[in-house]
């Protein structure tokens, strides 16, 4: 496997995680990514680089069959110690080991930027999707990945100017870096995933480039509504 800081920064993440997750998935994510899920009233679901497993955590609590995959062993075993009761496997999302039309509901949360092989991992997403089934995604928004490199300019007093969005359509990787945790994400454009997903015959039944929820905590609430963090997802796989 290509060295992409997964296994040296999964201690570092899963401290970062909590229970609770970071302030993205607490403020933003969870609450349009849970109601959602819940809504389609799955038997049961798979969690496409489920890390730590803190969402299937969450669906499991509310009575789905959830599965989780990893390619990271060291996330995989937090996982199965934090809830015996979900089934987590080591897998790459290019390979998922599992039968064609397998899961009700597959979630793909904050884990395509992860993937190296992109169209590989959605077209398993796909596959394994039942018939009438959704592919529930969160992702980071491409104007996000586009300026992680260079950040937030900032003015002589350190103050935010903007968030700088440059060679939007250039699909690349790079090294990213924050609280111990130093990983390989990846850039891509939008239209590099809506493509993709279209052309494994799926159909959109939501977008949203949600902002942070009523109450979250400012200051960071303010810097995640001034530039466009994430986008959500909901494809449906046809009958």
């Not at 799955?42 to 680089?49: F, M, Q, S, T, Y």
């Not at 979630?107 to 169209?119: F, G, H, N, T, W």
């Not at 491409?142 to 250039?170: I, S």
């Amino acid at each position: 496997m290509i060295e992409n800081g997964w296994e040296t920064s999964a201690a570092a993440w899963i401290a970062d995680m909590g229970e609770h997750g970071d302030f993205g998935r607490r403020y933003v994510l969870d609450p349009i990514m849970l109601p959602r899920a819940l809504a389609l009233k799955p038997k049961n679901a798979l969690d496409v680089g489920c890390g730590e497993g803190r969402f299937c955590r969450m669906l499991g609590a509310h009575g789905i069959a959830a599965t989780g995959v990893d390619p990271t062993a060291a996330l995989i075993a937090h996982a199965r110690e934090a809830e015996a009761q979900v089934a987590y496997i080591e897998a790459p999302a290019e390979q998922l080991p599992f039968d064609d039309a397998s899961f009700d509901l597959v979630v793909s949360y904050l884990a395509l930027i992860d993937i190296p092989d992109y169209r590989a991992g959605i077209a398993e997403m796909a596959r394994v999707l039942k018939p009438g089934g959704a592919l529930l995604i969160a992702s980071l928004n491409g104007f996000n990945t586009a300026g992680t490199e260079t950040g937030w300019l900032r003015d002589a007093r350190g103050e935010l100017l903007c968030y700088p969005v440059d060679h939007y359509l250039d699909e690349r990787a790079f090294w990213t870096e924050w609280r111990g945790i130093r990983i390989v994400n990846h850039h891509r454009p939008l239209q590099a995933y809506m493509q993709v997903l279209i052309g494994e015959g799926l159909q959109l039944k939501h977008f949203e480039e949600p902002a942070p929820i009523h109450g979250a905590p400012e200051p960071k609430a303010e810097r995640y509504r001034r530039a466009p963090w994430f986008l959500v997802m909901e494809w449906a796989k046809p009958r």
